[in-house]
Every structure is written in structure tokens, then in C-alpha cells.
């Protein structure tokens, strides 16, 4: 399965899904191939860390789309709209896209404009697309204090929008995603049992259910 991992605002935490959704499918013993299309390089760049440090599993992340090896089980893409060519490129040729969105009203419109932007791009026959790629979204950063309501108030505003598939699983605004990110690792590396590990586990096992056993 191509999985794209995209939004059109920045700041979304896009590169630390992917890279952690890499890891987490490695470590199920998925054959995974991933793609840094965003010129940024940062998926490329924590994966550098990873080799260095000599943290396993490892795989290849690669900074041009080509056909995956038929041995590869999945795929994950990173791509901004800093390179247009590539993220319209990749949802032609997606099974579905992973959209986090901060909890904010501006991220929410952002989400609109690129939910239109992406329905008139078309399947790449070519490659056996034949219908347009799923659409999910989360709430991703989101906040961790119960008084606060901005994360709620995203969700239902995303809720709203037609052509989606809205998950309640969540990633929190916490330390340990950039602290772990830094240094190589998923956040269910560095800390096993805490709060970040759980809420990502809960969003990978939702994304990927027959893995979950």
C-alpha cells in the first residue's frame, strides 16, 4: 500500500508521522520503502541520524519516486506543496492520504483548500490507479490540557468536510516526539511506555489493523 503523508500548511508535523510509521511497520517485520519529496529533506534527515547511530530496524528513504521493488510491503511518501510537481505526482499514484492537522482554525481552512486541491487530480492509470486515493485526517499537536478546546473544536470542524474519513485517534503536542525525532528514534522507541508511545501505537494499529496482532 502507498501511503501519502501530506498537507498543504506547514508545521503539521507531516515528516515525524511518516518517520514514525516507517519505524513502527519495520519493526512488524514490513518490508518498507519511503520517499522524502519535500525539499526540506527532513524524513531524509532523521533517517540519516538513525544510520549513524546504528539504530535498528533501519530502511531506505529515497529523494525521487521510482516503482517500488516487489518485495516491498509498504510505502510511505512525505511531500509538501513546496514541490508541487511531486505531491500532485503522489497522489495520483497513492492508495490513500494521511493528513494531520494542528488544532486551529487556520489549519482547518488550510485542510479545505488542499482537500479541493487534490480532488482534481486525477489517478495515474498507468500505474493501476483507477480510482483517487482515501482521504484521512487527524488532529496531530494536539492539546494536552483538558480545559483547553481547540482540539476538540478542529475535529468537529473537520467532521464537517465531505470526501474524508476523520479518525479520533490523536497525537499530543508533547516534548518526546521532538526529543525522539532529534535523535533518531520513534517516540515509541525512546519512551516505551509513556504517553506519545500509546497514542502513536493507538494511530498506527488504526492505519494498519492487520499488523496490530
Not at 498507468?126 to 494536539?142: C, H, K, Q, S, Y
Not at 494536552?144 to 475535529?155: K, N
Request: glycine residues 6%; contains cysteine; aromatic residues 8%.
Amino acid at each position: 500500500m502507498i501511503t501519502l503523508v501530506a498537507n498543504l500548511k506547514g508545521g503539521a508535523g507531516k515528516s515525524t508521522v511518516a518517520f514514525n510509521l516507517c519505524v513502527w511497520l519495520a519493526r512488524q517485520g514490513k518490508k518498507v520503502q519511503a520517499y522524502d519529496l519535500d525539499p526540506q529533506c527532513t524524513l531524509s534527515d532523521v533517517v540519516e541520524v538513525r544510520e549513524e547511530e546504528g539504530f535498528e530496524p533501519q530502511f531506505k528513504v529515497y529523494s525521487r519516486y521510482k516503482q517500488p521493488n516487489a518485495d516491498i510491503d509498504e510505502v510511505i511518501i512525505d511531500v509538501g506543496t513546496a514541490n508541487m510537481a511531486g505531491l500532485k505526482r503522489a497522489v495520483s499514484i497513492a492508495d490513500r492520504i494521511l493528513v494531520p492537522v494542528a488544532p486551529s482554525q487556520a489549519d482547518v481552512w488550510s485542510t479545505q483548500r488542499f482537500l479541493y486541491m487534490i480532488s482534481g487530480i486525477k489517478p495515474d492509470k498507468d500505474a493501476g490507479r483507477e480510482a483517487p486515493p482515501d482521504v484521512l485526517t487527524f488532529i496531530n499537536r494536539a492539546d494536552t490540557h483538558v480545559a483547553v478546546r481547540e482540539s476538540d473544536e478542529a475535529l468537529e470542524a473537520l467532521q464537517t468536510l465531505p470526501g474524508i474519513q476523520v479518525l479520533n485517534q490523536r497525537l499530543s503536542q508533547r516534548t518526546v516526539f521532538r526529543r525522539s525525532f532529534s535523535e533518531g528514534l520513534a517516540v515509541f522507541e525512546l519512551k516505551p511506555r509513556g504517553k506519545g508511545a500509546l497514542e502513536f501505537n493507538q494511530l498506527a494499529t488504526t492505519l494498519y489493523p492487520v499488523d496490530a496482532s
